[in-house]
């Protein structure tokens, strides 16, 4: 099946810093990508999706000035946390449409980014 | 209300029982029904995919969608101690553009060797 893939796996940053994670469709094209934040024992919540050449259509609620998202090409969207603080400690998982299949099962998800903001 | 209402569990069950995991939903414009397994500490796994209601049927794994009551269930045959993890249902509005998928909270299952 497609894969999607996140990177990094892991992030340990200082409040203040800024962090990127990046996805990447391995073996498809992906117009669409979408960025979700999990809390422990919750399920994913929708900050932002992200689409090719425009940009990002947040969800409300979601700050666009501290999540900066650009998906500069077909097979990557990058989700950049900036002036990161401790209540940004999450796990951030982004998933990718292929594009050339039909809809319902073409949705992938990546492995997901913990960050970790001390 | 939300739009998609799953129960948190969690489910313990033994194993080689029935499992039987459902959601219900509000908004009658959702088509497509999926459901995805997510263990610990890792991205979600497509399952199974329904597109408007019927059964679908995968090895050990039947969904079943049911429009008209809005429910949707996921059953697993022969239950395994590598099945337990979280069971997200998740669903989608027909048509490009609606991209948008709708989870449940998920139901964490523990299959008891």
């Known amino acids: 099946g497609a894969v999607v893939s996140q990177h990094p796996s892991w992030v340990i940053c200082k409040s203040g810093t800024s962090v990127k994670i990046e996805c990447r469709s391995l073996d498809f094209q992906a117009t669409t990508m979408f960025w979700y934040r999990q809390f422990p024992k919750q399920s994913l919540m929708l900050m932002a999706t992200?689409?090719?050449?425009?940009?990002?259509?947040?969800e409300q609620g979601v700050e666009k000035d501290k999540f900066l998202i650009n998906h500069a090409s077909l097979t990557l969207s990058t989700l950049t946390v900036t002036s990161a603080h401790p209540e940004d400690s999450s796990f951030y998982i982004c998933?990718?449409?292929?594009?050339?299949?039909?809809?319902?099962?073409?949705?992938?998800f990546g492995e997901g980014s913990w960050l970790t903001v001390v | 209300q939300k739009e998609v209402e799953q129960d948190p569990g969690p489910l313990s069950v033994p194993e080689g029982a029935i499992v039987s995991l459902n959601c219900t939903y509000s908004?009658?414009?959702?088509?497509?029904f999926m459901w995805y397994r997510q263990y610990s500490r890792k991205g979600p796994e497509l399952l199974m995919y329904t597109y408007s209601s019927g059964n679908k049927e995968d090895g050990r794994f039947t969904a079943q969608v049911d429009k008209s009551s809005k429910y949707i269930s996921l059953f697993i045959r022969d239950s395994q101690p590598s099945d337990s993890a979280t069971y997200l249902c998740?669903?989608?509005?027909w048509g490009f553009g609606n991209e948008k998928l709708t989870f449940g909270t998920g139901t964490r299952l523990t299959i008891i060797p």
């Open positions: 992200s689409n090719e050449g425009s940009k990002a259509t947040y």
């Open positions: 908004n009658s414009a959702f088509q497509y």
């Open positions: 998933s990718a449409r292929d594009q050339g299949q039909e809809e319902g099962n073409t949705i992938y």
């Open positions: 998740a669903m989608k509005k």
